[in-house]
């Protein structure tokens, strides 16, 4: 699953190890996500798209 992850990291200044100590997960996690190798669970999903104040749709895109 493609997803704008990075770019919405990128427009906040955050790296990975920011974005991952917000959401309570690993940096690789958050890498993997944003690489495609990792889709997140549900729940990590909208916590992401809680984060970013945005639907999961606008931030995981289909393939």
């Known amino acids: 699953m493609k997803n704008r ?4 990291r990128a427009e ?3 790296n990975q190890q920011d974005l991952a100590d917000a959401l309570g997960v ?5 890498n993997a996500i944003e690489t495609g190798k990792y ?7 909208f916590r992401i798209a809680d984060l ?9 895109l289909r393939d």
């Open 5 to 8: 992850l990075k770019v919405l």
């Open 39 to 45: 889709d997140p669970s549900l729940p990590l999903a």
């Open 12 to 14: 906040r200044d955050w």
């Open 26 to 30: 690993s940096r690789q996690s958050v």
């Open 52 to 60: 970013f104040a945005l639907p999961i749709e606008a931030i995981f």
